[in-house]
Structure formats: structure tokens, C-alpha cells
């Protein structure tokens, strides 16, 4: 497998004394899709600046594809990665969405015809043909993370990296987002690595996730991870909600091997099971139950409760 | 939320509309230095006529044009008041000892009619062109592209800090703040500038980052399609030659 990133020994502290990552270590592979998770000020957004060229000499290694970042070209660099941050107003800084979208290609220097093709390209990536003379301060918020997402994928990076791509949009854009990410990956090849708090999304755009809180505190399957109840507590996290329904479930004597991670698996598990077991299943009360329940809800809602 | 936008109407259609950007620009430009220095006040007020009638044929909405140019003209409305008591010359009136001049009278009227065909000129120019257009253009015609940066960002997020104050204004207002002329409202106030400031500031980080991270290196690039034609040579001709003949019929 191609190590499209690879950081090793990576420290990064803030002017005002802020140490923001320790000890960094990972490595994610062509074509795979990562998504790093972790409390507010864990370090993703400032582990995601390393990416894209903004801290200029790392206090570690970071190599895309085999090459150190500091020491790559700028239109390389580019070219290797893209990162989409949070705020769309703050990447979008062109007057008009044309302008924003060109921006990138124009400074790889490519002609003007390719960069009008790459430029309609990415716009009907994001399903936004037409927008090309609309002034940025009239778009929606949700058509502005477009725009700012269409604005990377113009450069046509092997590696998009998204900072909390899901935040702040409505249920149609949020699912049309994570379809459109997931798409990318599967689709066109492009190794996605994202940040983001929002767990009832993560299965589908993750094979693999990272905890990170300063430093990396696991790795694993979005199905280990979401296991893992101590991991979770310990680092604020949370399980997707139709995973913990299931292992309440389990409490009630269903039993299956996979718990499922998001809804669209668990219609599928379900029905897998109750055909396997001649068309029903069988749930049922015991005096163990209850305490068995309250343990689940005690390890899942750590949040809520606040018992150690 | 509603921007006072100065391209609002750029989308219409009429000749001034259809003007090509560069050379709408150029001769504009150039029409306006040439009213702003004539001397005459029988030229000056050929020009402002000859301003009002641009603007009319650009089928702008008078009332967005009026509204723009009576700003200014409030605003230089005091001239004619001081300028006749101040200015020497031949007396028209006498108030208890104080004499008011023709040339007083006159000089405030050249200057205010010279001013008011500049902005209406200028006005019909920026109003006619999307102003992304107008940018674009200036580029185009090579000027240093530091100050088309700083035009382009300028415009660009102007409307987010009119966003993030009103933002702010609200969420006082929420909790209970009225401005009001005393200390403690004023202190609030200039608080939230500096809010403001700050905020910009952080703000003016990430955009850099995230400009870096496209690989921008201080070059600004864009791309300008532009295409003149026979009609843009013949109006910029016209527009140039009226703005040399204001200043040289005296010689012919
Ligand atoms: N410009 C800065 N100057 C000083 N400290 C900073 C700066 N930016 C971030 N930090 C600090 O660095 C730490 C990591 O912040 P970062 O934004 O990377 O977290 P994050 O994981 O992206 O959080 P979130 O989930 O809230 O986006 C935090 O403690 C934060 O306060
Ligand atoms: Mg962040």
C-alpha cells in the first residue's frame, strides 16, 4: 500500500505557550478514508494547518507520498492536497465563485482553458452549475461550504482533507455532503481525511479513525472505537445512537455480531437476523436485565450524568 | 440582510451598460479629471448637464441616482453659504456691514456643479459594471495589482464584517443594551469595535492560510474576458474628445 501521509514525532505548540499536538504519529494509505475525531481543542484543526503548507516548518516529519511537506514545491503541494477548513467565509475570499473555484488552478499555472474546464468540473461536483458569476456574500452558508469545498477540488488533490464538513448544515445539505465525501473517495480514488464531531455520520466516511487529543490516543475501526466506552468517556466522545440502541438491545437478549453503526446497517442487520431466525426474534426481561441496561446507559451517557 | 449594494442595477441594459468595461473606464475617468478642472461656470454646468444626460441614457433608477448624488450635495451645500461671505470681489449685497460677493457666489457654484458631475459620472460608471467587473477590469488595465487586492478584499468582506456587527448588535440589543450618549454606553461601544478589530484580524489570518494553501504567493491571478468593439472605440472617442474640448475651444 502507498503512504499517501505520514507524520511521525509531530509537536506543535502556539506562540502564547498552547501546546496544541504531542508526539504525533500516524499513517493513512492511498485511497483509504480516515476520520480523526476528539473533544473541542484537541488539536485537529492545528494538526490539519500542517497539512496544507500553513506552519512552514514542522517541529517533526511530515511526508506526503514519500516527499517531506517543507520541501516540496507549492503547485506540488497543491497538487497532493487539498484541505477545506471550517469557516466558508474565510476561503472564499474572491469576488466572485468563478474567481474563488479558478484560484487554485490558476496558480498551478495551468491555461486558461483547462482552468475553465476544471473550474465548470468541480462546480457540478458539488452541484452547483450556474453559480459561477454569483458574488459570494449572497450564497447560503450551505452553498458557500460548496463553493469552498469546490475551490479545493479544483486543484484535483489526491488527498482532500475536510475540517468538520458537516457542522452547521441543515439535514438535506449534511446528507448530501456525506454522500458527495464518500462518493469522492470511492469514486475517483481521492484518500479523504476528516475532523468532525458529528458520530452518527463517521461510519460512513470512515474505515479507519484516529482519536486525537494532543496526542493520538487510539486508532482502530469505527467499530472498536465506538466499543471502547472508557476510550470514549475519557476523551468526551460519543457513540452513534444507533449503536448504543442496539446494545440496549442486547441487553434484552437480541443477539447479533455486528452492532450496527448507522441506520441504514442496522435495518440491514435486523432483517439479516430475524430471516435467520425463521422470522422473528425474541427479546425478553430477566432479573439481570435491568442492572445490565443501566450499565449500558451509565457507560454510553457519560455525557449526560456525569458519574465517573 | 440588505447590502446597499452600488451594483445593484448592473444587471439592466442600456448603451452605458453595454459600454466594455476597459474602455467605459478609461474614458469615464478620464471625462471626470477634465470636468474637475474647467474653470469656466458656463463649462461647468455643460458638463453637468452633460452628466445628467449620461446618466439618463444608463436608465438607472432615478431614485437610486438622486438619492447618491443629494448625499454630496448636502454635503457641499455649506459652500454656498460661507464662500459669499469669504471669497473678495464685487459686492451684491450688504448685511449689516458684511458683504456678500458675486465671485464669492459663483466659485461656490463652480465647484459644487464640478463636484456633482464627477460623482454623477462616477456613479453611472461603478453602478452600470458589476463591481467584480470593475476590479477585474483594473486589473486588466495593469493597475498595481496591490491595490486591486486590496479593492478585491476590501468588497469581498465588507459585507462579513457588516454581518458580524450586526451579529453583535443584535445579540446586545438581545440582552438588554440600548446606545445611549452616556459613558457606559460608549465604553460598550467602543468595546465591540474592538471586538470588531480583533475579529477581523483573526479573520485576516485564516484567510491568508487558507490563500496559502492554494498556492498563493503574492501574485494576484484572475482571468478577464474582454472584447471591444467598433461602438467602444466610437463612445470612447466621443467621451474623450468632449473631455479634451472642455478645456481647449478657448484656443480654437
Ligand atoms: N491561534 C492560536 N493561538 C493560540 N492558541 C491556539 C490558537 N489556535 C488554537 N489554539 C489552541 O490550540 C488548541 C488546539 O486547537 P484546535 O483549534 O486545533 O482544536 P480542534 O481540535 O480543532 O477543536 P474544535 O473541535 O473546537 O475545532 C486549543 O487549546 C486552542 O485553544
Ligand atoms: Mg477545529
Same mark, same amino acid.
Given at each position: 500500500?502507498?503512504?499517501?501521509?505520514?507524520?511521525?514525532?509531530?509537536?506543535?505548540?502556539?506562540?502564547?505557550?498552547?501546546?496544541?499536538?504531542?508526539?504525533?504519529?500516524?499513517?493513512?494509505?492511498?485511497?483509504?478514508?480516515?476520520?480523526? +475525531?476528539?473533544?473541542?481543542g484537541a488539536g485537529k484543526t492545528t494538526f490539519f494547518l500542517?497539512?496544507?503548507?500553513?506552519?512552514?516548518?514542522?517541529?517533526?516529519?511530515?511526508? +506526503?507520498?514519500?516527499?517531506?511537506?517543507?520541501?516540496?514545491?507549492?503547485?506540488?503541494?497543491?497538487?497532493?492536497?487539498?484541505?477545506?477548513?471550517?469557516?466558508?467565509?474565510?476561503?472564499?475570499?474572491?469576488?466572485? +465563485?468563478?474567481?474563488?473555484?479558478?484560484?487554485?488552478?490558476?496558480n498551478m499555472?495551468?491555461?486558461?482553458?483547462?482552468?475553465?474546464?476544471?473550474?465548470?468540473?468541480?462546480?457540478?461536483?458539488?452541484?452547483?452549475?450556474?453559480?459561477?458569476?454569483?458574488?459570494?456574500?449572497?450564497?447560503?452558508?450551505?452553498?458557500?461550504k460548496r463553493v469552498a469545498l469546490a475551490a479545493v477540488l479544483s486543484m484535483e488533490p489526491k488527498v482532500l482533507v475536510l475540517d468538520e464538513p458537516t457542522a452547521n448544515l441543515d439535514p438535506k445539505s449534511r446528507a448530501d455532503f456525506i454522500s458527495l465525501i464518500s462518493d469522492l473517495n470511492e469514486r475517483d480514488g481521492i484518500t479523504t481525511i476528516i475532523a468532525m464531531h458529528d458520530v452518527n455520520a463517521l461510519p460512513t466516511l470512515a474505515d479507519r479513525v484516529y482519536v486525537l487529543n494532543k496526542?493520538?490516543?487510539?486508532?482502530?475501526?469505527?467499530?472498536?472505537?465506538?466499543s471502547d466506552w472508557s476510550l470514549l468517556k475519557d476523551n468526551?466522545?460519543?457513540?452513534?445512537?444507533?449503536?448504543?440502541?442496539?446494545?440496549?438491545?442486547?441487553?434484552?437478549?437480541?443477539?447479533?455480531?455486528?452492532?450496527?453503526?448507522?441506520?441504514?446497517?442496522?435495518?440491514?442487520?435486523?432483517?439479516?437476523?430475524?430471516?435467520?431466525?425463521?422470522?422473528?426474534?425474541?427479546?425478553?426481561?430477566?432479573?439481570?436485565?435491568?442492572?445490565?441496561?443501566?450499565?449500558?446507559?451509565?457507560?454510553?451517557?457519560?455525557?449526560?450524568?456525569?458519574?465517573? | 440582510m440588505e447590502y446597499p449594494e452600488i451594483d445593484a442595477y448592473s444587471s439592466m441594459d442600456s448603451p452605458i451598460h453595454r459600454f466594455d468595461p476597459r474602455a467605459k473606464i478609461v474614458s469615464f475617468t478620464f471625462l471626470i479629471f477634465s470636468l474637475v478642472f474647467v474653470n469656466d461656470i458656463r463649462v461647468a454646468f455643460s458638463g453637468l448637464v452633460f452628466s445628467f444626460f449620461i446618466l439618463l441614457v444608463s436608465r438607472l433608477p432615478p431614485g437610486f441616482a438622486l438619492k447618491r448624488i443629494r448625499m454630496v450635495f448636502f454635503f457641499?451645500?455649506?459652500?454656498?453659504?460661507?464662500?459669499?461671505?469669504?471669497?473678495?470681489?464685487?459686492?451684491?449685497?450688504?448685511?449689516?456691514?458684511?458683504?456678500?460677493?458675486l465671485d464669492g457666489l459663483i466659485f461656490a457654484s463652480l465647484i459644487i456643479m464640478r463636484a456633482l458631475a464627477a460623482v454623477t459620472l462616477a456613479l453611472t460608471m461603478l453602478a452600470t459594471t458589476r463591481f467584480d467587473m470593475t476590479m477585474k477590469t483594473l486589473y486588466a488595465l495593469k493597475i498595481?495589482?496591490?491595490?486591486?487586492?486590496?479593492?478585491?478584499?476590501?468588497?469581498?468582506?465588507?459585507?462579513?464584517?457588516?454581518?458580524?456587527?450586526?451579529?453583535?448588535?443584535?445579540?446586545?440589543?438581545?440582552?438588554?443594551?440600548?446606545?445611549?450618549?452616556?459613558?457606559?454606553?460608549?465604553?460598550?461601544?467602543?468595546?465591540?469595535?474592538?471586538?470588531?478589530?480583533?475579529?477581523?484580524?483573526?479573520r485576516t489570518r485564516r484567510v491568508y492560510e487558507s490563500m496559502v494553501?492554494?498556492?498563493?504567493?503574492?501574485?494576484?491571478?484572475?482571468l478577464v474576458h474582454l472584447k471591444m468593439s467598433a461602438k467602444d472605440y466610437v463612445l470612447s472617442t466621443c467621451m474623450v474628445g468632449i473631455a479634451i474640448f472642455v478645456h481647449a475651444y478657448q484656443f480654437i
Amino acid at each position: 500500500m502507498v503512504e499517501a501521509i505520514k507524520v511521525e514525532d509531530l509537536n506543535y505548540s502556539y506562540s502564547d505557550g498552547t501546546k496544541a499536538l504531542e508526539d504525533i504519529g500516524l499513517t493513512i494509505y492511498e485511497g483509504e478514508k480516515v476520520v480523526v +475525531v476528539g473533544p473541542n481543542g484537541a488539536g485537529k484543526t492545528t494538526f490539519f494547518l500542517h497539512l496544507n503548507g500553513t506552519i512552514k516548518n514542522p517541529q517533526g516529519d511530515v511526508r +506526503v507520498f514519500g516527499k517531506r511537506i517543507s520541501d516540496m514545491k507549492i503547485e506540488d503541494r497543491i497538487h497532493q492536497v487539498g484541505v477545506v477548513f471550517q469557516d466558508p467565509d474565510d476561503q472564499l475570499f474572491m469576488p466572485t +465563485v468563478f474567481d474563488d473555484v479558478a484560484f487554485g488552478p490558476i496558480n498551478m499555472g495551468l491555461d486558461e482553458e483547462e482552468v475553465e474546464k476544471r473550474v465548470n468540473k468541480a462546480l457540478s461536483k458539488v452541484g452547483l452549475e450556474g453559480f459561477e458569476k454569483k458574488v459570494s456574500h449572497n450564497l447560503s452558508y450551505g452553498q458557500k461550504k460548496r463553493v469552498a469545498l469546490a475551490a479545493v477540488l479544483s486543484m484535483e488533490p489526491k488527498v482532500l482533507v475536510l475540517d468538520e464538513p458537516t457542522a452547521n448544515l441543515d439535514p438535506k445539505s449534511r446528507a448530501d455532503f456525506i454522500s458527495l465525501i464518500s462518493d469522492l473517495n470511492e469514486r475517483d480514488g481521492i484518500t479523504t481525511i476528516i475532523a468532525m464531531h458529528d458520530v452518527n455520520a463517521l461510519p460512513t466516511l470512515a474505515d479507519r479513525v484516529y482519536v486525537l487529543n494532543k496526542r493520538i490516543v487510539a486508532e482502530g475501526s469505527p467499530r472498536d472505537i465506538f466499543s471502547d466506552w472508557s476510550l470514549l468517556k475519557d476523551n468526551s466522545l460519543e457513540a452513534p445512537d444507533v449503536f448504543k440502541l442496539f446494545k440496549v438491545l442486547n441487553c434484552f437478549g437480541y443477539s447479533s455480531d455486528d452492532l450496527p453503526l448507522s441506520f441504514d446497517e442496522a435495518v440491514e442487520v435486523l432483517t439479516r437476523t430475524i430471516e435467520g431466525t425463521e422470522g422473528h426474534i425474541h427479546l425478553h426481561i430477566h432479573e439481570h436485565t435491568h442492572k445490565e441496561i443501566s450499565h449500558v446507559m451509565d457507560s454510553y451517557n457519560h455525557h449526560r450524568n456525569g458519574k465517573k | 440582510m440588505e447590502y446597499p449594494e452600488i451594483d445593484a442595477y448592473s444587471s439592466m441594459d442600456s448603451p452605458i451598460h453595454r459600454f466594455d468595461p476597459r474602455a467605459k473606464i478609461v474614458s469615464f475617468t478620464f471625462l471626470i479629471f477634465s470636468l474637475v478642472f474647467v474653470n469656466d461656470i458656463r463649462v461647468a454646468f455643460s458638463g453637468l448637464v452633460f452628466s445628467f444626460f449620461i446618466l439618463l441614457v444608463s436608465r438607472l433608477p432615478p431614485g437610486f441616482a438622486l438619492k447618491r448624488i443629494r448625499m454630496v450635495f448636502f454635503f457641499l451645500f455649506p459652500l454656498l453659504l460661507v464662500m459669499p461671505l469669504t471669497v473678495e470681489g464685487r459686492e451684491i449685497a450688504n448685511i449689516s456691514g458684511i458683504s456678500v460677493t458675486l465671485d464669492g457666489l459663483i466659485f461656490a457654484s463652480l465647484i459644487i456643479m464640478r463636484a456633482l458631475a464627477a460623482v454623477t459620472l462616477a456613479l453611472t460608471m461603478l453602478a452600470t459594471t458589476r463591481f467584480d467587473m470593475t476590479m477585474k477590469t483594473l486589473y486588466a488595465l495593469k493597475i498595481p495589482g496591490t491595490l486591486v487586492q486590496m479593492l478585491m478584499f476590501t468588497y469581498r468582506y465588507i459585507f462579513v464584517i457588516t454581518d458580524e456587527f450586526s451579529r453583535m448588535w443584535e445579540s446586545m440589543e438581545c440582552k438588554g443594551f440600548s446606545l445611549k450618549a452616556n459613558y457606559h454606553g460608549l465604553s460598550i461601544f467602543g468595546n465591540m469595535l474592538g471586538m470588531i478589530i480583533i475579529k477581523s484580524y483573526d479573520r485576516t489570518r485564516r484567510v491568508y492560510e487558507s490563500m496559502v494553501s492554494k498556492g498563493y504567493s503574492g501574485r494576484p491571478r484572475t482571468l478577464v474576458h474582454l472584447k471591444m468593439s467598433a461602438k467602444d472605440y466610437v463612445l470612447s472617442t466621443c467621451m474623450v474628445g468632449i473631455a479634451i474640448f472642455v478645456h481647449a475651444y478657448q484656443f480654437i
